[in-house]
């Protein structure tokens, strides 16, 4: 099984979940980056203890405050980011930040569209906005060809949910605003794979599946350790033909 090889990595939401399992076996693996770059809203706070006790046994992890819901706040990350590689490009963008509420077409309402929106699809689009210089710098400065995660990529966790061919097998979840706005990420993802495939980014969505998470709820399928495996494998095989799709962690393709 090939591993990943991405130097440098920077992750959204990574306190908890699919985000804190991705930090630790990033850094458990056999070439663990050089630089991992773990954000989330509030690092010195108390959903920051577990990201803060890895920090103190590796080295290479730099925890980074980050709200990307906040456009400013996403600005001053990459500005950081980008002083701490001094030089160096961003070889992988793993966009993992999402919030998700039970609500039907019955209750939602506009604040909580908006609100789903701003984390879930224009976070994505300004954290590629932002940290493109950086990404075109890995893709420059890489001696791989093809498209890969080793050389440069934007991976946005999206979900089977965002998915408007399958929704009638998954609708007993309505979950309005998570859909929709997953679905605008899954639409985001193929606009940014068609613009930046030029620049040398590869740009993918992933679904995790369902996971035992806070947001998953412990009636789900997968473990958090079996999804995060799952996705881990799948980076490394990710080139051209996968540009622009939505793949579940197993790399299967998911049509939209």
Known sequence: MAALQARRVLLTGSNRGIGLELVRQLLGGPHPPTHVFATCRDPEGERGKELRDLASKHPNLVLVKLDVANPSAIVNAAKIVEEKLNGAGLNLLINNAGIFTP?????????????????????????????????????????????????????NISTLLGSIERTPESYFKPVISYRCSKAALNMLTRCQALTYSEAGILCVALHPGWVKTDMGTQEADLTVDTSVRGLLSVLPILSEKHSGMLLNWEGKAIPW
Request: charged share 25%; glycine share 2%; net charge positive.
């Open 103 to 155: 609500v039907s077409l019955e209750t939602v309402d506009s604040e909580e569209m908006i609100r789903a929106y701003k984390t879930n699809a224009v976070g994505p689009l300004l954290m590629a906005q932002a940290f493109l210089p950086l990404l075109k710098k890995a893709a420059q400065d890489s001696k791989e060809k093809r498209l890969s995660c080793n050389k440069a990529a934007i991976i």
